[in-house]
């Protein structure tokens, strides 16, 4: 019998804030058990720094840049082509029962992301919200600057007296709902998993945050705190350490809940013959670099760097370069399928060279290539280069294009060479009916 495929995607979770992975606090037992039934890639990379470009190459097996639909207005969200490859699609035309479980609004169905599909509980409906938001960011401005006594004393009320939310469902409620699903559910199936609940706003108890981390920080404090993360104001922020702790701390409460997930498939039997994947979208910014969060066209480390668990079989460790452009072939493969010929990844063999990122946004194209200990960065539109070395320098604290010219010629060569292999893929799925002529159009809705 085929085997039942699970797909879990964490947001915004940092490979190097996981204990399996080295760290200091012990942030994940759940993760870690996972990872010692499987493979623990520790060198695995996403191609975006945002869920938008992320999204599209881990779910098609096709770079961003191949799809030519970056958007540069907000969202900066690159819509799913609608004919594009997609690993959902790949397995429902196999047979198997497809279904998948989220509350991101830009893998909404409003961008795409609910083809094929069966089931798609998609809990958001960004439409209004993005409509709306330019009339704030108007009103906030003029109140800044027009009348910043004002502005100051309404921005003071609203931290001491507005609860810090995003809208999301929280790990609980979606693991109610896969459990709903998993009680009925025919097989094989192919699941998709995404949570939210490492994602800013960090809210961890304040028990939780002193037994983890040592720290005492209020409630008053962590409010403040999140939204000057949310508007990346880094001057705002005192001692980055207390961020740093809520996020650890907000990632061991996640990390109970992944352990319940884990323990409804072992309750139905769904656990040992399953392929199971575990990875993240991107990663977050800690003042690394001076800045917070994540963002577009942001290729250092901290946001490229995800974690990747494949519990499928063989067991143990690997430090071969492994990009998420390879993860929906793999998972195909494992399953007993052929990858479609349109992905531009094939099966993860420790063969990767170099992993490149890309983007655009706000007019700029941006691409990056990261080998074993080399990290490129190229803005196209300014031509701006970086080069770091991380053998001697991990953290791309130094930029060493200046003095290594050579080097930077020769990762530009390989970049451009991207870029192009890039369109010609474009015109090859346009000339299939693949990709180009057909981007994603708002939907109906939100399939429950």
């Given at each position: 019998?085929?085997?039942?495929?699970?797909?879990?995607?964490?947001?915004?979770?940092?490979?190097?804030?996981?204990?399996?992975?080295?760290?200091?606090?012990?942030?994940?037992?759940?993760?870690?058990?996972?990872?010692?039934?499987?493979?623990?890639?520790?060198?695995?990379?996403?191609?975006?720094?945002?869920?938008?470009?992320?999204?599209?190459?881990?779910?098609?097996g096709v770079y961003p840049g191949t799809a030519d639909v970056w958007l540069d207005e907000p969202p900066y969200n690159p819509p799913l082509p609608a004919h594009f490859p997609y690993l959902?699609?790949?397995?429902?035309?196999?047979?198997?029962?497809?279904?998948?479980?989220?509350?991101?609004?830009?893998?909404?169905?409003?961008?795409?992301?609910?083809?094929?599909?069966?089931?798609?509980?998609?809990?958001?409906?960004?439409?209004?919200?993005?409509?709306?938001?330019?009339?704030?960011?108007?009103?906030?401005?003029?109140?800044?600057?027009?009348?910043?006594?004002?502005?100051?004393?309404?921005?003071?009320?609203?931290?001491?007296?507005?609860?810090?939310?995003?809208?999301?469902?929280?790990?609980?409620?979606?693991?109610?709902?896969?459990?709903?699903?998993?009680?009925?559910?025919?097989?094989?199936?192919?699941?998709?998993?995404?949570?939210?609940?490492?994602?800013?706003?960090?809210?961890?108890?304040?028990?939780?945050?002193?037994?983890?981390?040592?720290?005492?920080?209020?409630?008053?404090?962590?409010?403040?705190?999140?939204?000057?993360?949310?508007?990346?104001?880094?001057?705002?922020?005192?001692?980055?350490?207390?961020?740093?702790?809520?996020?650890?701390?907000?990632?061991?409460?996640?990390?109970?809940?992944?352990?319940?997930?884990?323990?409804?498939?072992?309750?139905?039997?769904?656990?040992?013959?399953?392929?199971?994947?575990?990875?993240?979208?991107?990663?977050?910014?800690?003042?690394?670099?001076?800045?917070?969060?994540?963002?577009?066209?942001?290729?250092?480390?901290?946001?490229?760097?995800?974690?990747?668990?494949?519990?499928?079989?063989?067991?143990?460790?690997?430090?071969?370069?492994?990009?998420?452009?390879?993860?929906?072939?793999?998972?195909?493969?494992?399953?007993?399928?052929?990858?479609?010929?349109?992905?531009?990844?094939?099966?993860?063999?420790?063969?990767?060279?170099?992993?490149?990122?890309?983007?655009?946004?706000?007019?700029?194209?941006?691409?990056?290539?990261?080998?074993?200990?080399?990290?490129?960065?190229?803005?196209?539109?300014?031509?701006?280069?970086?080069?770091?070395?991380?053998?001697?320098?991990?953290?791309?604290?130094?930029?060493?294009?200046?003095?290594?010219?050579?080097?930077?010629?020769?990762?530009?060569?390989?970049?451009?060479?991207?870029?192009?292999?890039?369109?010609?893929?474009?015109?090859?799925?346009?000339?299939?009916?693949?990709?180009?002529?057909?981007?994603?159009?708002?939907?109906?809705?939100?399939?429950?």
């Amino acid at each position: 019998m085929p085997r039942n495929v699970v797909l879990v995607t964490v947001d915004s979770l940092r490979a190097d804030r996981l204990s399996c992975m080295g760290y200091g606090r012990m942030t994940t037992p759940s993760i870690d058990a996972l990872a010692a039934d499987g493979m623990l890639y520790r060198r695995a990379f996403s191609h975006g720094s945002d869920t938008g470009n992320s999204f599209v190459t881990l779910l098609t097996g096709v770079y961003p840049g191949t799809a030519d639909v970056w958007l540069d207005e907000p969202p900066y969200n690159p819509p799913l082509p609608a004919h594009f490859p997609y690993l959902p699609a790949a397995f429902a035309e196999r047979g198997y029962h497809t279904a998948g479980f989220h509350c991101n609004p830009l893998i909404s169905s409003r961008f795409g992301y609910d083809r094929g599909f069966a089931t798609y509980f998609d809990s958001l409906d960004v439409g209004e919200a993005h409509r709306r938001r330019p009339l704030h960011k108007r009103l906030k401005k003029r109140l800044r600057f027009g009348h910043p006594r004002i502005y100051r004393g309404l921005m003071a009320v609203r931290d001491l007296v507005l609860p810090q939310r995003v809208a999301r469902v929280p790990a609980g409620e979606i693991n109610r709902r896969v459990e709903a699903f998993l009680d009925g559910a025919p097989e094989p199936f192919f699941l998709f998993v995404h949570y939210m609940d490492v994602h800013v706003p960090y809210l961890p108890s304040p028990e939780l945050l002193r037994e983890l981390t040592g720290r005492r920080i209020s409630r008053r404090r962590m409010t403040r705190l999140n939204r000057a993360v949310f508007e990346w104001r880094a001057d705002l922020v005192r001692d980055v350490g207390d961020v740093i702790a809520m996020y650890d701390a907000q990632l061991r409460a996640f990390d109970d809940h992944l352990g319940a997930f884990v323990g409804a498939l072992r309750k139905r039997g769904l656990y040992e013959d399953s392929v199971i994947a575990l990875t993240a979208d991107h990663g977050e910014q800690f003042m690394e670099h001076g800045s917070l969060k994540h963002d577009t066209g942001i290729f250092y480390d901290e946001l490229l760097h995800v974690p990747l668990i494949l519990k499928s079989g063989p067991l143990g460790t690997s430090d071969d370069l492994v990009g998420q452009v390879d993860l929906a072939p793999t998972l195909l493969a494992l399953a007993g399928l052929e990858p479609p010929a349109e992905m531009a990844g094939r099966p993860i063999d420790g063969s990767r060279a170099a992993i490149i990122a890309e983007s655009r946004a706000r007019g700029e194209r941006r691409v990056a290539v990261r080998t074993m200990n080399r990290k490129f960065i190229w803005n196209m539109a300014t031509g701006r280069t970086e080069l770091y070395d991380l053998d001697a320098d991990p953290a791309e604290a130094k930029d060493i294009s200046e003095e290594r010219r050579d080097g930077v010629e020769a990762f530009r060569a390989i970049a451009r060479e991207h870029v192009e292999a890039v369109g010609r893929k474009a015109i090859e799925l346009k000339a299939r009916g693949i990709g180009r002529g057909g981007v994603a159009r708002p939907g109906p809705g939100p399939r429950r």
